[in-house]
């Protein structure tokens, strides 16, 4: 259930394993990626203080599980996209970008990934590279041309708009599985498809939210909306996430659409077609290749 999310989409953010029918909720060794996983897959492993000790809680994890699991064992993949920032008056301004991510090894690590801008002139080889954890703080840097000085993004920092966004730091780290708890909600429908909809809250430090609501499609185990509450409980943002390919088997959206419900300000990525199994090695998502990239 990744988004880039979101995106990394989400990420996130972020699968060639084939899926059965419906995994059993309750039963992690059913879940996608437990069976007939190739050797690039990622170990799973279930985390019991992520998945609870109440039916709801558990049900809830177990959708997430399966859902996340669907995203394992493409090894690299890079793309190119657009964001589009909207203000409330509806002005728009382009920005182009490439987004490079760099699969986990195992559940107890997150992927990588650079994320490069193109245009306008003035971003140019801004870049912004996130080492995704668990618990621990996310590592993140931040490369800006025109300093040609590498930041490192504190964690007090991560739920700051990104480059005048809708997207926050924090939301371009991969949403791993076992960096929340759960609660399922019920069933819900978007655009006709049935989904189920899951709390998830987040057990890592700092975080600009207090809670993400999500709605996981119940054909392709895809998350169709994310709802962010800030940290005053109140409803901040909306994520929607559409326009869904399939690769192989592998299921990503191209276009995720975040709407800001206090600023009334919208920005959205436009994604072309993903490539996969590209090469990248960890060499590629080190600081260091930061200053190098133009």
Known sequence: MKTVCLIAAASALTLAAALPARAQEGDAS????????SASTPVTSADPAARGDTPEAQKGYDISARSDRTDT?????????KMV????AGQESVREFTFSTLEKADESVGDKTLIVFQSPRFYDGTALLSHAKILDPDDQWLYLPATKRVKRISSDNKSGA????????????????NKYTYKYVGEDEIDGVKTDVIERYPRYEKSGYTKQKSWVDQDIFQTRKVEFYDRKGDLLKTLTLSDYREYDGI???????MVNHQTNKETDLQFDDYQFKTGLD?????QAILTRLR
């Not at 064992?73 to 890079?78: A, E, L, P, Q, R």
């Not at 990104?162 to 599985?177: H, R």
């Open 85 to 88: 920032l909207r203000n409330a």
């Open 282 to 286: 960890a060499g590629d998502f080190e």
């Open 73 to 81: 064992g493409f090894s690299d993949s890079k793309v190119a996209a």
């Open 251 to 257: 299921w990503r959206s191209h276009l995720f659409s």
């Open 162 to 177: 990104f480059l005048g966004s809708e997207f926050a730091f924090e939301d371009f780290t991969t949403t791993e599985l």
């Open 30 to 37: 059913a879940a996608p990626g437990a069976e007939d996983a």
